[in-house]
């Protein structure tokens, strides 16, 4: 049974600092993995999209890696803003082609 | 293009009473998945519909759980009678291919759902 684990559960750093959220999985057998973002009593936005043949996307400043054989993904985030204070969450596919999510990581990004 | 939209946004209902939450995929889209978060708990997955049929239902909770899609359009999922421990965020997705095929997939931005 696949289980998604995300390190750490918050995290507060200062403006402009590069970082990484890290995401973990039990099961290689991961069809992809999605990086979403939430916003406080918003949904969840969609940022990045490894499929499990990919070892890693990027999209602005934000560049996630898969690496199934460790079972890891990470999210790297560069010059950190305030405007990315959020909930960071990684869910993967598995072969019931069910996503299946970590708890997040909470964000903070101080001016 | 609108994306998925779902409604209510909140809702606050008293245990026992039924409550319908509608979601409106993205047009074209085929699959429609339904997942929640209760309070202090990763979300988990409910159900997935490819057009008007069910595809894979292993999440839902129990039988106080209804979802439909008639038509292969929107989707309602029903709670009756509702029960304090349904309290939590149910979101709504929507994909153009199943999920394993690498596909986006696309949230809306949830019903709260408040039993008391």
């Known amino acids: 049974k696949q289980e998604v684990t995300q390190i750490p559960a918050a995290l507060s750093v200062p403006e402009g600092e590069n970082l990484v959220l890290n995401c973990s999985f039990t099961?290689?057998?991961?069809?992809?993995l999605q990086w979403f973002r939430q916003d406080p009593g918003k949904g969840l936005t969609s940022l990045l999209l490894i499929q499990s043949s990919q070892r890693e996307q990027t999209s602005g400043r934000l560049n996630a890696s898969l690496d199934k054989s460790s079972g890891r993904s990470t999210l790297y985030i560069a010059a950190s803003q305030p405007g990315d204070s959020a909930t960071y969450l990684c869910a993967g596919v598995d072969s019931n082609y069910q996503l299946i999510w970590g708890a997040g990581t909470k964000l903070i990004i101080k001016p | 293009e609108a994306g998925v939209t779902q409604f209510p946004s909140h809702s606050v209902i008293e245990k026992g009473q039924t409550v319908t939450l509608r979601c409106d995929p993205i047009s074209g889209h085929d699959n429609l998945y339904w997942y929640r978060r209760v309070m202090g708990k990763e979300i988990k997955f409910l159900l997935h519909f490819v057009k008007e049929s069910k595809q894979d239902e292993s999440g839902m909770p129990n039988n106080r759980f209804l979802a439909e899609r008639t038509g292969g359009t929107y989707s309602t999922l029903k709670v009756q009678p509702a029960e304090l421990e349904d309290s939590g965020v149910y979101f709504c997705a929507s994909s153009q291919r199943t999920a394993n095929t690498g596909n986006t997939i696309y949230f809306g931005e949830g019903s709260w759902l408040t039993v008391v």
């Open positions: 099961d290689s057998a991961i069809y992809n």
